[in-house]
């Protein structure tokens, strides 16, 4: 007989710590049902170890763990890794197979989701660029106000706000590097002319813990961001679990992979793996999927016996733009700082898209020095490396989902268990736009102070930012392989995606904080209407 549970929640990312909190709002008690792999015991007291003591006592020995199995090399930056561990990819019992075709992406079965690897940068949408959806920002606005309740904010009031609404009063920022300075100030010289041409800018916008309740700034600038904060300053929605918990009204039970839900006439059928890799059945009287896009697009065509019927995920577009600023900046190879998104630029300009085109501006940390060394091979001698160090920015940059190219997804039945099967669709419109995109860059040079070294451009393959969702879209009226607004695919009532797996569309700017938003107003609608 089923183990009978109330109200659901699959998976503890931030979608569904969102979702549960939205939830809990309206009165609900909740149990959340996650895989829940955590990092290996011994990273952790090595991290607590490293916390505890002062930044100047660290040695290269100390901080060798953080850094295994991440080198970054002539073919780029590689997969962030966490404190020197994969557990945020890490496969378990019942996981669904992934295979790939032209696809670089990855789900996650950890305690936190993606969030315990994330680079932490929070922007909200604009109603220009989700024009599509069947809800508005003003549904939304409650949502991203009520997670920054939770969900520290490293930001400031500059440009950006008249675009990008804050939605907190309670956001400290971090310093920015000397690099990130010197480049902002150039471009407030500059913003008449800028702005005429698209293009705005501002402070990035972070989910770091920046100081305390006095106002003391918490960051040490060590520069290990890209690694893990060995102080646990950037955020991760497992520290908000671990908030909710104590409040007694939500239940956590790891160990728990969900593997398909089906509604009866009373309640929902949940079967999973748990970590031994035994079935499982639960019943709940509602469900919520928040268990990232590939594992809830699987988990949603498993049950409504959607095999070898393919779901167009949306995705978007990833790249990697580096570029020299003409006044080099010395000696930051040793200067303290964050290794985080420093600016974001963001570029509006229908000639290019309908929809904002978005850039994260990040400075020195030493996985550039390490993939310039691997272009250079044996030049590397003779190689300026400090001064072109303090030259070199990267842009990180996004496209909307309509410029950009998508992933079909289709679950297949196998003698071994189902696998996902991912296949790339080109999108035309990509390499235009970023073309495009590079050459307005270029002629705004004399401006930025900046020079686009285009021949390095990157482009990731699809789902390589890990923006995508939308295999079952919402909509008003929802057909086939859609959901209404509150995420339940059609001919289901208590069963609701609510991570970026409904949403119609991927705008640039930053997606988890959207995905947030949504969850938080879809629990909170859900549980309020009951």
């Known amino acids: 007989m089923p183990n009978s549970e109330t109200w659901c929640v699959v998976g503890s990312g931030p979608a569904g710590i969102a979702c549960t909190l939205g939830l809990v709002a309206a009165g609900k008690d909740v149990t959340i049902f996650d895989s829940g792999a955590q990092l290996e015991p011994a990273r952790r007291e090595a991290c607590v170890a490293l916390a505890s003591a002062p930044a100047s006592n660290w040695t290269p020995d100390s901080l060798a763990f953080l850094k295994e199995g991440v080198t970054s090399s002539s073919a780029g930056i590689p997969l962030k890794l966490a404190y020197g561990s994969d557990f945020p990819y890490r496969q378990v019992p019942g996981s669904t197979s992934i295979a790939s075709d032209g696809v670089d992406t990855k789900p996650s079965y950890a305690r936190g989701g993606l969030s ?41 009031h500059d440009d950006l706000t008249a675009f990008f609404p804050l939605y907190s009063d309670r956001s400290a920022p971090l310093p920015m590097s000397r690099q990130a300075t010197a480049l902002l100030a150039t471009l407030e010289r500059r913003r008449a002319r800028l702005n005429a041409h698209g293009v705005y800018f501002g402070s990035s916008r972070l989910a770091v813990n920046a100081s305390d309740s006095n106002a003391r700034p918490l960051c040490v600038q060590c520069g290990l961001c890209m690694f893990g904060c060995p102080h646990n300053l950037i955020y991760s929605s497992d520290q908000t679990l671990a908030t909710l918990l104590a409040t007694n009204r939500v239940r956590y039970k790891p160990g728990v992979t969900v593997q398909s839900v089906h509604e009866t006439r009373t309640d929902v059928l949940i079967r999973a793996v748990d970590s031994d890799g035994r079935p499982v059945e639960l019943s709940a009287s509602h469900v919520f999927l928040a268990a990232g896009t590939m594992n809830t697009t699987a ?44 600016l974001f ?103 930025t102070g900046v020079v686009p070294l285009t021949p390095l451009l990157q482009m990731g393959k699809p789902g390589r930012g890990f923006h995508s969702g939308g295999s079952f ?13 509150l995420g339940r695919p059609r001919g289901l009532t208590r069963v609701h995606a609510v991570d970026s797996t409904v949403l119609p569309s991927i705008p640039a700017t930053t997606i988890t904080f959207t995905v947030m938003a949504n969850a938080y107003r879809i629990g909170h609608v859900s549980g309020s209407s009951q």
């Open 473 to 485: 879209p919402m909509s008003v009226s929802p057909g086939a392989q859609e959901t209404d607004t």
């Open 299 to 342: 988990i949603l065509l498993r049950s409504l016996e959607q095999y070898d019927m393919p779901v167009q995920m949306r995705d978007s577009q990833y790249f990697l733009l580096p570029l020299l600023r003409l006044p080099g900046t010395a000696h930051v190879v040793r200067e303290p700082l964050h290794t985080l998104a420093q």
């Open 345 to 447: 630029i963001e570029v509006f300009d229908r000639t290019i898209s309908p929809y904002t085109i978005h850039l994260q501006t990040y400075t020195y940390n030493e996985l550039f020095r390490d993939a310039i060394l691997a272009k250079l091979g044996p030049l590397k001698d003779l190689f300026p490396m400090e001064a072109f160090l303090g030259r070199l920015l990267l842009f990180q940059g996004y496209l909307h989902s309509s410029h950009s190219a998508s992933i079909s997804a289709t679950l297949q039945r196998g003698q071994s268990g189902d696998t996902l099967h991912l296949l790339g669709v080109p999108n035309p419109d990509t390499s235009r736009c970023v073309a495009k995109l590079s050459r307005k860059l270029m002629k705004l040079a004399r401006s």
């Open 116 to 156: 315990s690897v994330w680079g932490s940068a929070v922007l909200p949408h604009r109603q220009e660029d989700i024009a599509d959806w069947p809800i508005s920002i003003k549904d939304l606005e409650p949502g991203y106000r009520a997670v920054l309740q939770f969900m520290p904010l490293s930001a400031r």
